[in-house]
Protein backbone atom coordinates (compact mmCIF):
# COMPACT_ATOMS: atom_id res chain seq x y z
CA UNK A 1 0.00 0.00 0.00
CA UNK A 2 1.26 3.74 -0.75
CA UNK A 3 -0.01 6.85 0.31
CA UNK A 4 -1.07 9.59 -2.50
CA UNK A 5 -0.64 12.75 -2.83
CA UNK A 6 -4.09 14.98 -2.77
CA UNK A 7 -4.82 16.92 -5.74
CA UNK A 8 -5.66 20.66 -4.33
CA UNK A 9 -8.93 22.69 -5.29
CA UNK A 10 -7.42 24.79 -8.50
CA UNK A 11 -5.94 21.99 -10.15
CA UNK A 12 -8.35 21.26 -12.97
CA UNK A 13 -7.96 17.40 -12.56
CA UNK A 14 -10.62 18.10 -9.86
CA UNK A 15 -13.06 19.42 -12.56
CA UNK A 16 -13.00 16.54 -14.87
CA UNK A 17 -15.97 13.88 -14.91
CA UNK A 18 -14.49 10.32 -14.17
CA UNK A 19 -14.38 7.42 -16.19
CA UNK A 20 -16.41 4.77 -15.26
CA UNK A 21 -14.43 1.55 -14.44
CA UNK A 22 -14.55 -1.41 -16.57
CA UNK A 23 -12.54 -4.24 -14.49
CA UNK A 24 -12.25 -4.73 -10.87
CA UNK A 25 -9.29 -6.09 -11.57
CA UNK A 26 -6.46 -6.19 -8.64
CA UNK A 27 -5.49 -2.28 -10.20
CA UNK A 28 -8.07 -1.03 -8.88
CA UNK A 29 -7.80 -3.08 -5.63
CA UNK A 30 -4.36 -1.44 -4.90
CA UNK A 31 -6.13 1.95 -5.77
CA UNK A 32 -8.53 1.76 -3.14
CA UNK A 33 -6.29 -0.22 -0.82
CA UNK A 34 -4.20 3.08 -1.20
CA UNK A 35 -7.43 5.20 -0.86
CA UNK A 36 -8.10 3.65 2.07
CA UNK A 37 -5.00 4.65 3.43
CA UNK A 38 -4.43 8.23 2.22
CA UNK A 39 -8.02 8.96 3.39
CA UNK A 40 -6.91 7.49 7.40
CA UNK A 41 -3.55 9.62 7.05
CA UNK A 42 -5.16 12.45 6.25
CA UNK A 43 -7.64 11.84 9.13
CA UNK A 44 -10.72 12.07 6.40
CA UNK A 45 -14.15 10.74 6.15
CA UNK A 46 -14.06 10.40 2.28
CA UNK A 47 -11.62 10.40 -0.81
CA UNK A 48 -12.73 9.97 -4.31
CA UNK A 49 -10.10 8.89 -6.94
CA UNK A 50 -9.57 12.16 -8.77
CA UNK A 51 -8.42 13.85 -5.73
CA UNK A 52 -5.60 11.69 -5.96
CA UNK A 53 -5.44 11.82 -9.65
CA UNK A 54 -7.20 8.91 -10.74
CA UNK A 55 -10.10 9.77 -13.50
CA UNK A 56 -12.42 6.64 -12.03
CA UNK A 57 -15.75 6.53 -10.86
CA UNK A 58 -14.85 4.93 -7.47
CA UNK A 59 -14.53 6.59 -4.10
CA UNK A 60 -14.10 5.52 -0.17
CA UNK A 61 -15.63 6.55 3.02
CA UNK A 62 -15.27 6.30 6.89
CA UNK A 63 -18.81 6.09 8.08
CA UNK A 64 -19.61 5.47 11.94
CA UNK A 65 -16.43 3.28 11.65
CA UNK A 66 -17.33 1.21 8.54
CA UNK A 67 -15.20 1.34 5.41
CA UNK A 68 -17.17 2.07 2.31
CA UNK A 69 -15.85 1.47 -1.47
CA UNK A 70 -18.17 2.38 -4.08
CA UNK A 71 -17.18 2.04 -7.86
CA UNK A 72 -19.10 2.98 -10.86
CA UNK A 73 -21.66 4.52 -7.99
CA UNK A 74 -25.61 5.29 -8.94
CA UNK A 75 -27.76 8.04 -7.00
CA UNK A 76 -30.93 5.52 -7.14
CA UNK A 77 -32.81 7.54 -4.46
CA UNK A 78 -32.81 10.59 -2.49
CA UNK A 79 -35.21 12.20 -0.12
CA UNK A 80 -35.40 16.00 1.95
CA UNK A 81 -32.65 17.71 2.62
CA UNK A 82 -30.49 18.21 5.71
CA UNK A 83 -27.79 21.55 5.93
CA UNK A 84 -24.90 20.70 7.41
CA UNK A 85 -20.77 21.81 7.86
CA UNK A 86 -18.94 19.98 5.60
CA UNK A 87 -15.00 20.36 4.35
CA UNK A 88 -12.61 18.28 2.29
CA UNK A 89 -9.25 16.98 1.88
CA UNK A 90 -8.72 19.30 -1.72
CA UNK A 91 -9.51 21.90 0.09
CA UNK A 92 -7.74 21.97 3.31
CA UNK A 93 -8.71 24.20 6.55
CA UNK A 94 -11.89 25.21 5.06
CA UNK A 95 -15.73 24.37 6.18
CA UNK A 96 -18.96 25.53 4.47
CA UNK A 97 -22.53 24.59 5.00
CA UNK A 98 -24.19 22.67 1.97
CA UNK A 99 -27.67 21.23 2.11
CA UNK A 100 -27.33 17.62 0.89
CA UNK A 101 -30.00 14.94 0.81
CA UNK A 102 -31.19 13.85 4.17
CA UNK A 103 -31.72 9.83 3.19
CA UNK A 104 -29.86 8.52 0.53
CA UNK A 105 -29.82 5.12 -1.40
CA UNK A 106 -26.95 4.29 -3.73
CA UNK A 107 -25.55 1.41 -5.36
CA UNK A 108 -22.43 0.53 -6.96
CA UNK A 109 -19.72 -2.13 -7.41
CA UNK A 110 -17.81 -3.38 -4.42
CA UNK A 111 -13.61 -4.53 -5.09
CA UNK A 112 -14.92 -7.73 -6.26
CA UNK A 113 -16.73 -6.87 -8.70
CA UNK A 114 -20.30 -7.29 -6.65
CA UNK A 115 -22.92 -5.12 -6.70
CA UNK A 116 -23.21 -3.49 -3.09
CA UNK A 117 -26.17 -0.80 -1.90
CA UNK A 118 -26.09 1.59 0.66
CA UNK A 119 -28.86 3.71 1.90
CA UNK A 120 -29.21 5.55 5.15
CA UNK A 121 -29.97 8.92 6.88
CA UNK A 122 -27.75 11.02 8.93
CA UNK A 123 -24.23 11.40 7.73
CA UNK A 124 -24.26 8.63 5.58
CA UNK A 125 -25.91 10.97 2.99
CA UNK A 126 -23.74 13.57 3.22
CA UNK A 127 -20.28 11.68 2.77
CA UNK A 128 -21.72 9.87 0.05
CA UNK A 129 -23.25 12.92 -1.85
CA UNK A 130 -19.94 14.65 -1.37
CA UNK A 131 -18.06 12.12 -3.03
CA UNK A 132 -19.79 11.15 -5.71
CA UNK A 133 -19.85 14.83 -6.50
CA UNK A 134 -16.07 14.83 -7.13
CA UNK A 135 -16.84 12.09 -9.78
CA UNK A 136 -18.59 14.87 -11.94
CA UNK A 137 -16.22 17.27 -11.14
CA UNK A 138 -18.00 19.40 -8.36
CA UNK A 139 -16.70 20.61 -5.37
CA UNK A 140 -18.74 21.23 -2.00
CA UNK A 141 -17.49 25.48 -2.26
CA UNK A 142 -19.29 25.02 -5.61
CA UNK A 143 -22.49 24.70 -3.25
CA UNK A 144 -21.81 26.09 -0.07
CA UNK A 145 -22.54 28.90 1.76
CA UNK A 146 -20.37 30.96 4.85
CA UNK A 147 -17.35 28.99 3.25
CA UNK A 148 -14.46 29.61 6.00
CA UNK A 149 -11.62 28.59 8.09
CA UNK A 150 -12.26 25.81 10.04
CA UNK A 151 -11.73 25.25 13.92
CA UNK A 152 -8.93 23.25 14.47
CA UNK A 153 -10.67 21.10 16.67
CA UNK A 154 -10.27 17.90 14.59
CA UNK A 155 -13.17 18.05 12.25
CA UNK A 156 -12.80 15.28 9.61
CA UNK A 157 -12.42 16.39 6.07
CA UNK A 158 -14.14 14.56 3.71
CO1 LIG B 1 -14.09 16.19 -0.98
Known amino acids: MALRNIVLEGDEILRKRAREVTEV ?6 MLDDMVETMK ?4 AG ?3 PQVGLFKRMFVAEVDGEIIELINPEILETEGIQ ?4 GCLSVPGMIGTVERPAYIKMKGLDRYGQEVVYEGTGFLPIVLSHEYDHLDG ?10 READHDGDEDR
Open 138 to 147: ILYTDKATNI
Open 47 to 49: LAA
Open 41 to 44: ANHG
Open 25 to 30: NDKIRI
Open 83 to 86: EEDE
